[in-house]
Protein backbone atom coordinates (compact mmCIF):
# COMPACT_ATOMS: atom_id res chain seq x y z
CA UNK A 1 0.00 0.00 0.00
CA UNK A 2 1.75 3.50 -0.68
CA UNK A 3 2.34 6.01 2.18
CA UNK A 4 -0.29 8.17 0.29
CA UNK A 5 -3.22 5.98 0.72
CA UNK A 6 -2.09 4.51 4.05
CA UNK A 7 -2.51 8.46 5.26
CA UNK A 8 -5.73 8.54 3.68
CA UNK A 9 -7.36 5.57 4.98
CA UNK A 10 -5.66 5.88 8.39
CA UNK A 11 -7.01 9.74 8.94
CA UNK A 12 -10.82 8.99 7.63
CA UNK A 13 -10.55 5.91 10.38
CA UNK A 14 -9.50 8.45 12.56
CA UNK A 15 -12.35 10.88 11.90
CA UNK A 16 -14.67 8.28 11.61
CA UNK A 17 -14.09 6.80 15.14
CA UNK A 18 -13.34 3.19 13.40
CA UNK A 19 -10.29 1.02 14.82
CA UNK A 20 -8.31 -0.82 11.86
CA UNK A 21 -8.54 -3.39 14.32
CA UNK A 22 -12.16 -3.93 14.35
CA UNK A 23 -12.57 -3.12 10.72
CA UNK A 24 -9.12 -4.60 9.34
CA UNK A 25 -7.85 -3.00 5.94
CA UNK A 26 -6.82 -6.12 4.02
CA UNK A 27 -9.55 -4.63 2.11
CA UNK A 28 -8.53 -1.56 1.36
CA UNK A 29 -11.67 -0.26 -1.06
CA UNK A 30 -13.96 -1.25 1.75
CA UNK A 31 -12.09 -0.23 4.42
CA UNK A 32 -11.92 3.25 3.15
CA UNK A 33 -15.79 2.73 1.86
CA UNK A 34 -16.67 2.10 5.60
CA UNK A 35 -14.94 4.90 6.82
CA UNK A 36 -15.96 7.71 4.98
CA UNK A 37 -20.08 6.16 4.78
CA UNK A 38 -19.10 6.75 8.82
CA UNK A 39 -18.17 10.14 8.22
CA UNK A 40 -21.12 11.70 7.02
CA UNK A 41 -20.47 15.64 6.39
CA UNK A 42 -17.07 15.84 7.45
CA UNK A 43 -14.74 16.35 4.74
CA UNK A 44 -13.80 13.09 1.89
CA UNK A 45 -10.02 12.60 3.21
CA UNK A 46 -7.41 15.49 4.86
CA UNK A 47 -3.51 14.78 4.06
CA UNK A 48 -1.51 17.53 6.07
CA UNK A 49 1.58 17.14 4.03
CA UNK A 50 -0.17 18.49 0.87
CA UNK A 51 -2.27 21.47 0.47
CA UNK A 52 -5.83 19.50 0.34
CA UNK A 53 -8.81 21.32 -0.82
CA UNK A 54 -11.23 19.92 2.32
CA UNK A 55 -8.12 20.45 4.80
CA UNK A 56 -8.42 24.96 3.37
CA UNK A 57 -12.26 24.38 3.98
CA UNK A 58 -12.29 22.77 7.38
CA UNK A 59 -9.62 25.16 8.97
CA UNK A 60 -11.27 28.69 6.97
CA UNK A 61 -15.34 27.38 7.73
CA UNK A 62 -15.95 28.64 3.89
CA UNK A 63 -16.63 26.77 1.20
CA UNK A 64 -15.06 27.48 -1.94
CA UNK A 65 -17.79 29.09 -4.05
CA UNK A 66 -17.63 27.73 -7.87
CA UNK A 67 -19.52 28.24 -11.01
CA UNK A 68 -19.33 25.32 -14.08
CA UNK A 69 -19.67 25.90 -18.06
CA UNK A 70 -20.78 23.28 -19.29
CA UNK A 71 -21.62 21.34 -22.76
CA UNK A 72 -23.01 18.29 -20.89
CA UNK A 73 -22.33 15.87 -22.46
CA UNK A 74 -21.72 12.15 -20.36
CA UNK A 75 -18.32 12.98 -19.15
CA UNK A 76 -20.19 16.37 -17.83
CA UNK A 77 -22.70 14.92 -15.86
CA UNK A 78 -20.49 12.68 -14.01
CA UNK A 79 -18.12 15.62 -13.35
CA UNK A 80 -21.31 17.77 -11.56
CA UNK A 81 -22.46 14.54 -9.85
CA UNK A 82 -18.96 14.69 -8.27
CA UNK A 83 -19.33 18.62 -7.70
CA UNK A 84 -22.83 18.27 -6.69
CA UNK A 85 -21.47 15.62 -4.25
CA UNK A 86 -19.05 17.66 -2.33
CA UNK A 87 -21.80 20.96 -2.53
CA UNK A 88 -23.74 18.41 -0.22
CA UNK A 89 -21.41 18.12 2.31
CA UNK A 90 -20.24 21.76 2.22
CA UNK A 91 -17.21 21.77 0.79
CA UNK A 92 -18.23 24.00 -1.74
CA UNK A 93 -20.82 26.13 -3.03
CA UNK A 94 -22.19 25.75 -6.39
CA UNK A 95 -23.14 29.17 -7.18
CA UNK A 96 -24.42 28.22 -10.70
CA UNK A 97 -24.03 26.07 -14.14
CA UNK A 98 -23.86 28.15 -17.34
CA UNK A 99 -24.78 25.68 -20.28
CA UNK A 100 -23.20 26.29 -23.72
CA UNK A 101 -22.59 24.92 -27.71
CA UNK A 102 -20.35 21.72 -27.81
CA UNK A 103 -21.80 18.11 -27.66
CA UNK A 104 -24.96 19.34 -28.59
CA UNK A 105 -27.05 22.13 -29.36
CA UNK A 106 -27.17 24.21 -26.17
CA UNK A 107 -30.77 24.01 -25.89
CA UNK A 108 -30.10 20.09 -25.53
CA UNK A 109 -27.31 21.02 -22.59
CA UNK A 110 -29.80 22.80 -20.85
CA UNK A 111 -32.28 20.36 -20.85
CA UNK A 112 -29.67 17.24 -19.86
CA UNK A 113 -28.17 19.44 -16.70
CA UNK A 114 -31.94 19.79 -15.81
CA UNK A 115 -32.25 16.67 -15.94
CA UNK A 116 -29.33 15.51 -13.49
CA UNK A 117 -30.15 18.41 -11.05
CA UNK A 118 -34.13 16.77 -10.63
CA UNK A 119 -31.92 13.28 -10.42
CA UNK A 120 -30.13 14.66 -7.03
CA UNK A 121 -32.81 16.75 -5.70
CA UNK A 122 -30.84 20.19 -6.72
CA UNK A 123 -33.31 21.92 -9.01
CA UNK A 124 -32.39 24.92 -6.50
CA UNK A 125 -29.08 25.78 -8.65
CA UNK A 126 -30.14 28.28 -11.07
CA UNK A 127 -28.99 27.01 -15.06
CA UNK A 128 -27.75 29.63 -17.33
CA UNK A 129 -27.85 29.72 -21.26
CA UNK A 130 -25.24 30.52 -23.14
CA UNK A 131 -23.35 30.69 -26.57
CA UNK A 132 -24.98 28.53 -29.15
CA UNK A 133 -21.88 28.62 -31.08
CA UNK A 134 -17.87 29.29 -31.98
CA UNK A 135 -16.97 33.02 -32.03
CA UNK A 136 -16.17 32.01 -35.71
CA UNK A 137 -18.20 29.44 -37.60
CA UNK A 138 -16.47 26.88 -39.74
CA UNK A 139 -18.31 24.28 -41.87
CA UNK A 140 -16.24 21.78 -40.47
CA UNK A 141 -17.06 17.67 -40.76
CA UNK A 142 -14.89 17.20 -38.21
CA UNK A 143 -16.86 18.57 -35.52
CA UNK A 144 -20.34 17.47 -36.77
CA UNK A 145 -19.20 13.69 -36.85
CA UNK A 146 -17.56 14.13 -32.77
CA UNK A 147 -21.17 15.69 -31.74
CA UNK A 148 -22.38 12.94 -32.28
CA UNK A 149 -20.68 10.75 -30.05
CA UNK A 150 -22.51 11.74 -27.22
CA UNK A 151 -25.89 11.34 -29.34
CA UNK A 152 -27.88 13.79 -30.94
CA UNK A 153 -29.13 15.06 -27.68
CA UNK A 154 -25.68 14.72 -25.59
CA UNK A 155 -27.39 12.15 -23.29
CA UNK A 156 -26.90 8.92 -26.06
CA UNK A 157 -30.47 9.33 -27.49
CA UNK A 158 -32.41 7.26 -24.45
CA UNK A 159 -35.97 7.88 -24.74
CA UNK A 160 -36.72 9.32 -21.47
CA UNK A 161 -40.58 9.64 -20.42
CA UNK A 162 -40.08 12.99 -18.63
CA UNK A 163 -38.40 16.20 -20.36
CA UNK A 164 -37.70 18.85 -17.93
CA UNK A 165 -38.98 22.46 -18.90
CA UNK A 166 -37.12 25.19 -20.89
CA UNK A 167 -38.88 27.53 -18.41
CA UNK A 168 -36.68 26.40 -15.61
CA UNK A 169 -33.88 28.00 -17.43
CA UNK A 170 -32.88 31.38 -16.13
CA UNK A 171 -33.98 34.46 -18.08
CA UNK A 172 -30.45 36.38 -17.82
CA UNK A 173 -28.33 34.87 -20.17
CA UNK A 174 -25.23 32.94 -19.48
CA UNK A 175 -22.58 36.13 -20.29
CA UNK A 176 -24.03 38.79 -18.33
CA UNK A 177 -25.08 36.09 -15.39
CA UNK A 178 -21.17 35.00 -15.26
CA UNK A 179 -20.05 38.73 -14.42
CA UNK A 180 -22.62 39.61 -11.98
CA UNK A 181 -21.89 36.64 -9.69
CA UNK A 182 -18.39 36.99 -9.66
CA UNK A 183 -18.00 40.60 -9.28
CA UNK A 184 -20.37 40.72 -6.35
CA UNK A 185 -19.12 42.16 -3.07
CA UNK A 186 -19.37 38.60 -1.69
CA UNK A 187 -17.63 36.74 -4.25
CA UNK A 188 -14.56 38.94 -5.93
CA UNK A 189 -11.58 36.78 -5.91
CA UNK A 190 -13.28 33.80 -3.98
CA UNK A 191 -15.07 32.05 -7.52
CA UNK A 192 -13.27 29.42 -8.82
CA UNK A 193 -14.45 28.66 -12.27
CA UNK A 194 -14.57 24.88 -13.98
CA UNK A 195 -14.66 24.53 -17.73
CA UNK A 196 -15.84 21.58 -19.14
CA UNK A 197 -16.94 22.22 -22.51
CA UNK A 198 -15.92 25.02 -25.63
CA UNK A 199 -14.59 28.19 -23.78
CA UNK A 200 -17.20 30.32 -25.74
CA UNK A 201 -19.14 31.61 -23.02
CA UNK A 202 -15.89 32.63 -21.02
CA UNK A 203 -14.42 34.20 -24.07
CA UNK A 204 -17.48 36.44 -24.32
CA UNK A 205 -17.02 37.43 -20.90
CA UNK A 206 -13.67 38.27 -20.96
CA UNK A 207 -13.96 40.51 -23.98
CA UNK A 208 -17.43 42.23 -22.21
CA UNK A 209 -16.00 42.62 -19.03
CA UNK A 210 -12.60 43.84 -18.77
CA UNK A 211 -12.75 43.06 -14.77
CA UNK A 212 -14.26 39.73 -15.28
CA UNK A 213 -11.07 37.34 -14.99
CA UNK A 214 -9.33 39.31 -12.63
CA UNK A 215 -12.58 39.04 -10.00
CA UNK A 216 -11.95 35.03 -10.09
CA UNK A 217 -10.06 33.09 -7.64
CA UNK A 218 -9.12 30.39 -10.71
CA UNK A 219 -9.87 28.80 -13.34
CA UNK A 220 -9.94 25.10 -14.19
CA UNK A 221 -10.19 23.76 -17.97
CA UNK A 222 -10.79 20.71 -19.23
CA UNK A 223 -9.79 20.89 -22.99
CA UNK A 224 -6.47 21.30 -25.66
CA UNK A 225 -3.21 18.86 -25.60
CA UNK A 226 0.45 19.13 -24.54
CA UNK A 227 2.25 17.07 -27.05
CA UNK A 228 -0.19 17.44 -30.24
CA UNK A 229 -2.40 14.62 -29.58
CA UNK A 230 -6.08 15.24 -30.72
CA UNK A 231 -9.23 13.22 -30.93
CA UNK A 232 -11.18 15.35 -32.90
CA UNK A 233 -8.28 15.95 -35.46
CA UNK A 234 -4.92 14.34 -35.41
CA UNK A 235 -3.83 17.49 -33.74
CA UNK A 236 -7.03 18.82 -31.99
CA UNK A 237 -8.82 17.87 -28.92
CA UNK A 238 -12.75 18.41 -29.19
CA UNK A 239 -13.38 21.62 -26.63
CA UNK A 240 -10.07 23.48 -27.61
CA UNK A 241 -11.13 22.84 -31.50
CA UNK A 242 -14.63 23.94 -31.30
CA UNK A 243 -13.55 27.40 -30.37
CA UNK A 244 -10.27 27.94 -30.76
CA UNK A 245 -10.51 31.57 -31.05
CA UNK A 246 -12.35 31.61 -27.36
CA UNK A 247 -9.39 28.73 -26.28
CA UNK A 248 -6.72 31.62 -27.63
CA UNK A 249 -8.59 34.53 -25.70
CA UNK A 250 -8.99 32.68 -22.31
CA UNK A 251 -5.22 31.33 -22.31
CA UNK A 252 -3.56 34.49 -23.34
CA UNK A 253 -6.22 37.69 -21.55
CA UNK A 254 -6.74 35.37 -18.19
CA UNK A 255 -5.73 37.55 -14.79
CA UNK A 256 -5.83 34.81 -12.78
CA UNK A 257 -4.14 31.17 -12.12
CA UNK A 258 -5.24 28.79 -15.31
CA UNK A 259 -5.14 24.94 -14.45
CA UNK A 260 -5.41 23.08 -17.42
CA UNK A 261 -5.89 19.16 -17.76
CA UNK A 262 -5.26 18.16 -21.68
CA UNK A 263 -6.42 15.00 -23.77
CA UNK A 264 -3.26 13.12 -23.44
CA UNK A 265 -3.51 13.24 -19.41
CA UNK A 266 -6.83 11.65 -19.47
CA UNK A 267 -5.20 9.02 -21.72
CA UNK A 268 -3.37 7.77 -19.47
CA UNK A 269 -6.05 7.23 -16.52
CA UNK A 270 -6.68 3.23 -16.82
CA UNK A 271 -10.05 2.80 -15.61
CA UNK A 272 -11.74 -0.35 -17.66
CA UNK A 273 -15.45 -0.64 -18.61
CA UNK A 274 -16.21 -3.65 -16.39
CA UNK A 275 -15.29 -1.34 -13.54
CA UNK A 276 -16.83 1.66 -14.41
CA UNK A 277 -20.69 -0.40 -14.98
CA UNK A 278 -19.61 -3.61 -12.54
CA UNK A 279 -18.22 -1.74 -9.59
CA UNK A 280 -18.92 2.10 -9.86
CA UNK A 281 -22.61 1.20 -12.05
CA UNK A 282 -23.58 -1.27 -9.35
CA UNK A 283 -24.19 1.67 -7.15
CA UNK A 284 -28.42 1.83 -7.32
CA UNK A 285 -30.22 5.78 -6.70
CA UNK A 286 -31.54 7.98 -9.49
CA UNK A 287 -28.80 9.89 -10.46
CA UNK A 288 -26.91 6.26 -10.96
CA UNK A 289 -29.91 5.05 -13.03
CA UNK A 290 -29.77 8.05 -15.29
CA UNK A 291 -25.70 7.89 -15.80
CA UNK A 292 -25.77 4.42 -16.23
CA UNK A 293 -28.55 4.44 -19.04
CA UNK A 294 -26.84 7.18 -20.87
CA UNK A 295 -22.98 5.98 -20.93
CA UNK A 296 -24.26 2.39 -22.09
CA UNK A 297 -25.77 3.97 -25.33
CA UNK A 298 -22.79 6.01 -26.02
CA UNK A 299 -19.99 3.30 -25.02
CA UNK A 300 -21.38 0.57 -26.32
CA UNK A 301 -20.82 2.31 -29.95
CA UNK A 302 -17.44 3.50 -29.29
CA UNK A 303 -14.33 2.06 -29.86
CA UNK A 304 -12.71 2.70 -27.01
CA UNK A 305 -11.94 -0.12 -24.56
CA UNK A 306 -10.91 2.05 -21.16
CA UNK A 307 -13.80 4.32 -19.67
CA UNK A 308 -12.20 8.40 -20.51
CA UNK A 309 -14.21 10.44 -18.78
CA UNK A 310 -12.26 13.35 -19.00
CA UNK A 311 -14.30 16.03 -17.07
CA UNK A 312 -14.81 13.78 -14.26
CA UNK A 313 -11.15 13.45 -14.03
CA UNK A 314 -11.63 17.62 -13.98
CA UNK A 315 -13.64 17.90 -11.15
CA UNK A 316 -11.44 15.36 -8.99
CA UNK A 317 -9.01 17.85 -9.45
CA UNK A 318 -10.57 20.61 -7.91
CA UNK A 319 -11.84 19.03 -5.08
CA UNK A 320 -9.13 17.01 -3.90
CA UNK A 321 -5.83 18.09 -6.04
CA UNK A 322 -3.72 15.72 -4.11
CA UNK A 323 -4.35 13.62 -6.95
CA UNK A 324 -2.38 15.49 -9.16
CA UNK A 325 0.82 13.84 -8.94
CA UNK A 326 2.28 15.77 -11.82
CA UNK A 327 2.47 19.38 -13.49
CA UNK A 328 4.28 21.87 -15.16
CA UNK A 329 3.93 25.47 -15.52
CA UNK A 330 4.39 26.69 -18.74
CA UNK A 331 2.67 29.16 -21.48
CA UNK A 332 0.52 27.68 -23.54
CA UNK A 333 -1.50 29.11 -26.63
CA UNK A 334 -3.92 28.22 -29.47
CA UNK A 335 -2.60 27.76 -33.08
CA UNK A 336 -5.61 29.47 -35.15
CA UNK A 337 -4.53 29.34 -38.76
CA UNK A 338 -2.87 26.13 -39.43
CA UNK A 339 -3.96 23.38 -41.90
CA UNK A 340 -3.37 20.67 -40.18
CA UNK A 341 -2.89 22.24 -36.92
CA UNK A 342 -5.87 24.17 -35.65
CA UNK A 343 -6.97 24.13 -31.87
CA UNK A 344 -3.83 22.79 -31.35
CA UNK A 345 -2.11 23.89 -27.89
CA UNK A 346 1.30 25.08 -28.57
CA UNK A 347 3.87 25.16 -25.31
CA UNK A 348 6.53 27.29 -25.07
CA UNK A 349 9.50 24.76 -24.48
CA UNK A 350 12.00 27.50 -24.88
CA UNK A 351 11.00 28.88 -21.91
CA UNK A 352 10.94 32.35 -23.40
CA UNK A 353 7.22 33.74 -22.34
CA UNK A 354 6.06 33.84 -18.72
CA UNK A 355 3.90 30.84 -17.69
CA UNK A 356 0.26 31.52 -18.22
CA UNK A 357 -0.98 27.62 -16.94
CA UNK A 358 -0.52 24.98 -14.75
CA UNK A 359 -0.89 22.23 -17.07
CA UNK A 360 -1.67 18.85 -15.02
CA UNK A 361 0.14 15.90 -16.75
CA UNK A 362 -0.78 13.04 -14.45
CA UNK A 363 -3.27 12.24 -11.97
CA UNK A 364 -3.89 9.05 -9.36
CA UNK A 365 -6.09 6.96 -10.61
CA UNK A 366 -6.79 4.19 -7.81
CA UNK A 367 -7.74 7.63 -5.59
CA UNK A 368 -9.58 8.81 -8.42
CA UNK A 369 -11.70 5.30 -8.61
CA UNK A 370 -11.87 6.07 -4.80
CA UNK A 371 -13.33 9.22 -5.40
CA UNK A 372 -15.71 8.72 -7.98
CA UNK A 373 -17.45 5.89 -5.86
CA UNK A 374 -17.99 7.98 -2.44
CA UNK A 375 -19.67 10.85 -4.95
CA UNK A 376 -21.67 8.10 -6.56
CA UNK A 377 -23.48 7.44 -3.34
CA UNK A 378 -23.35 11.38 -1.50
CA UNK A 379 -24.80 12.98 -4.45
CA UNK A 380 -28.49 13.47 -3.75
CA UNK A 381 -29.33 15.96 -0.96
CA UNK A 382 -32.44 14.37 0.33
CA UNK A 383 -30.63 11.33 1.15
CA UNK A 384 -28.13 12.98 2.47
CA UNK A 385 -30.32 15.25 5.03
CA UNK A 386 -31.96 12.08 5.96
CA UNK A 387 -28.54 10.49 7.20
CA UNK A 388 -28.59 13.41 9.77
Not at 1 to 23: E, F, N
Request: hydrophobic share 40%; with cysteine; proline share 3%.
Amino acid sequence: MSKYRSKLIALCMKLAGVSSKTTGLTNVTSGFRSATRMIKHQNFCEVREMKSFSATNMKNDSPVKLIVDVDAGVDDAMALLLLLSADVQKDIEILGITCSHGNTHVNNVCINVLRLLEAVGRSDIPVYRGAEGPLIVCNDKNAEKFENFHGLDGFGDVEFSHTPSMKLIQSENAVPALNRIVSGPDCKGKVRLVCLAPLTNIALTMKTYADFSSNLKDIYVMGGNSTGVGNITSSGEFNFYSDPEAAHIVLTSACCPIYLLPWETCLTVDISMEWRFSILGAIQNSHMELLNAVEKKVWEKSSYTTWISCDAILAAAVLYPEIVIKSQKCHATVELHGTHTRGQVVLDHLQVKKPNVHIIEKVDTSALKKILLWAAEHAHLEHERSKI
